[in-house]
């Protein structure tokens, strides 16, 4: 017996990742149970699992005390003295009282504790690991799916991705692998729940970490994420470093990182603008790919108006307002948009000082940001 307990503790050591310890507090603990609910026993007993041997023996617990008034738990000074002189009042007195088809029966009652313990360590473990792994990208396998939930395999665990987590321009089937963003990590009485997403910004910030080495390295830092799942996005970028083009970076060459980027996301268009710490600048380059002829800033209301050729008013629009929309939300500022003979008219452009942006409907080869694919409109 001795030898099969030993080979199954390290075995589950080696295939689980639990500790030996862990599992015999488990059987003990589940000994113990075993004895009083099949002794009809109340008192405090200690089991003594020998491991080397292979023997299990059950002692009762009793406290010392002068005056005995529950003898399931208590023994008098004059019973303890017998068996050792040395006891005093408030020791603990140990007495052996393991019966003796004690084992059988404790082997039939612990299995299903023990079985439990060593799956709620397997939880434990699992919800350790997972949970340092939060906003994360992780590659999973869908196993299954019901109206409700994609139910994605990560290894040792399903992941949940809801419903609204899901691109609208994906179908999922069985066996597909697919990268996901782990947005919680919950523990519950089932064990850890993991939810997952593939529409989450910080799903697209991830993918560009995995593909553009400058970021992951941190010369290339991005800044703000905007993202429209399935359709469009726009991030931001910077770099301290004045020889490093952030935007460049995250292109690659012909183009083949951002399009690693595109082909995971299954052809979600991406601006990639350079990031600066002046809004009429951002502001700018957000709305790209459309020209901007002069950003006019309220600080109070953090808000821009900006003036646009005329014949670049939809592009700086975008179809049903997602270009403004998104640029609004990368940079944190409200935008709204005018033509440039609408602000003539209003009297708001030209202005009297020198506007900051100045592009010519003639200067093609100004770029202040790079979209992929490129946008027409």
Known sequence: MSSELLDALVLLEKEKGISRDVIIEAIEAALVSAYRRNFNQAQNVRIDLNLGSGTMKVFARKEVVDEVFDPRLEISVEDAQKINPNYVVEDIV?????????GRIAAQTAKQVVTQRVREAERGIIYSEFIDREEDIMTGIVQRQDPKFIYVSLGKIEAILPVNEQMPNEQYRPHDRIKVFL????????GPQIFVSRTHPGLLKRLFEIEVPEIYDGTVELKS???????????????????????????????????????????????????????????ANALSPSKVLDVIVNEEDKATTVIVPDYQLSLAI??????????????????????????????????????????????????VEYTFPEDKE
């Open 225 to 283: 994420v905007a993202r429209e799942a399935g359709d469009r996005s726009k991030i931001s970028v910077h770099s301290d470093n004045p020889e490093v083009d952030p935007v460049g970076s995250c292109v690659g060459p012909k183009g083949s990182r951002v399009q690693a980027v595109v082909n995971e996301l299954k052809g979600e268009k991406i601006d990639i603008v350079k990031w600066s710490a002046d809004p009429v600048v951002f502001v």
């Open 318 to 367: 975008g179809k049903r307002g997602q270009n403004a929309r998104l640029a609004a939300k990368l940079t944190g500022w409200k935008i709204d948009i005018k033509s440039e003979t609408e602000a003539r008219e209003s009297g708001i452009f030209p202005r009297d000082e020198e506007p900051l942006l100045s592009f010519s409907d003639d200067d093609e080869d100004q770029e």
């Open 183 to 190: 947005t919680k990590v919950e523990k519950t009485t089932k």
């Open 94 to 102: 140990e007495m052996e009282v393991t019966p003796k088809d004690f």
